[in-house]
């Protein structure tokens, strides 16, 4: 088994599989895999592990020491193990498929993602432009799991 992408942060290693394999013991269905506790000296053994099951699309990361940041199908997720809430940014309308990409990688205070819109008004005429949002967690995200975890600044540049 070979990861397709890999990160680190305050949980330890992050890796996923784009595919499930069917031999073996241990790990093997596709998804994105970290522990959901800090490790001591290392120590990957009899620890609990997260797995966000959709096939990854981009490296995880982390959003300072609180927030894992994985791609679903379409959107980003943050998930907070400590406080096991979770959250995922919306995409606007008229985005690709494949929605919002996570650009971020490693650790950071910040997330960025980015989109490629298409639209089309009413009299024909096609504008396509790129969509980068930054995000960072809102103060109170981890005590308030019912409210927004997270705001951004957008940014859009119409493609040449």
Known sequence: MMPHQ???GPTGFAFCFENIYDYGGGISNLGTYTP???LKNGDYGN???FRFNRTPTAAP???TDNWFMVKSNQSVCA???ANKVFCSFGVESGCQDWGDYLVTSG??????????IDQVDNEG????MTQVRVWQPLSNAPSN???DAASSTDEQKEDQ
């Open 61 to 63: 990361c982390w959003c």
């Open 145 to 147: 799991p019912g409210g």
């Open 79 to 81: 998930v907070n193990f």
């Open 36 to 38: 959901s506790v800090a």
């Open 107 to 116: 650790m950071r205070n910040i997330v960025v993602t980015a989109s490629q």
């Open 47 to 49: 620890k609990a592990w």
């Open 6 to 8: 890999v990160a680190y």
């Open 125 to 128: 005429k096609e504008t396509k």
